[in-house]
């Protein structure tokens, strides 16, 4: 069935380090994919999203593009601020988004310290 | 703004008790669901509406139950609690149902702990 697989963390970085987070995903047909992130004692939120092939996601200085070949949609952050500590969680949507179920995967602790 | 409420934010019940999580949103969205989040295990589904009266079962359905009696509440029940239903549970919602290339909503979640 459908999958994503996330990096473990936790991830910690100095501030204004580069952050990626690896995320890779199993499914058929062309599914759409999604960032959410979490930060301490909130639900979760959307970063970004692709809906197809090649298509870059970005939003506050985060990026991810949707890699058909390698079935990947890495999370990347030129500069990290303490702010950003959270969790983050890469997610797909089956069939192009046409259905009612997000998978997700294990989520990946990111902290940054001053 | 309000957004995707949960309440309780923290419960502790024993095994055998009921009781009834409580999500409400105020963004007159169609679709509203249930995840469980485990460590390890990221976000999984539980139930999910498209609207009112309309309930459909997730990925992890047994031993709660759900109805969608208005488009604002979806409220989450489970019968007779266990001790694997020890979880952090979020209520989420988006505008439209059949689509999830809208983004979900969620509520800041309840911990819940079944001794």
């Known amino acids: 069935g459908d999958s994503v697989t996330q990096m473990e963390g936790p991830v910690t970085l100095s501030e204004e380090a580069f952050l990626t987070i690896n995320c890779t995903y199993t499914a058929t047909g062309y599914p759409s994919l999604f960032w959410y992130v979490q930060y301490p004692g909130e639900g979760l939120q959307l970063l970004l999203k692709a809906t197809k092939a090649d298509d870059k996601g970005s939003n506050k200085g985060f990026e991810a593009t949707y890699r058909k070949e390698t079935t990947s949609f890495h999370l990347e952050k030129g500069s990290v601020q303490v702010s950003d500590s959270a969790v983050y969680f890469c997610?797909?949507?089956?069939?192009?988004?046409?259905?009612?179920?997000?998978?997700f995967g294990t989520g990946t602790l990111l902290a940054v310290q001053p | 703004n309000a957004g995707v409420t949960q309440t309780p934010k923290f419960q502790v019940l024993k095994t055998g008790q009921s009781m009834t999580l409580q999500c409400a949103q105020d963004m007159n969205h169609e679709y509203m669901s249930w995840y469980r989040q485990d460590p390890g295990m990221g976000l999984r589904l539980i139930h999910y509406?498209?609207?009112?009266?309309?309930?459909d079962q997730g990925e992890v359905p047994n031993g709660y139950n759900v109805s969608r009696s208005t488009t604002e509440d979806f409220p989450l029940r489970l019968l007779s609690a266990a001790p694997s239903q020890t979880s952090v549970y979020f209520c989420a919602s988006k505008t439209r149902a059949a689509t999830t290339n809208e983004k979900l909503f969620f509520g800041s979640g309840t911990q819940l702990s079944v001794l």
């Open positions: 997610a797909l949507s089956p069939y192009g988004g046409a259905t009612n179920k997000l998978i």
């Open positions: 509406s498209v609207g009112a009266g309309i309930t």
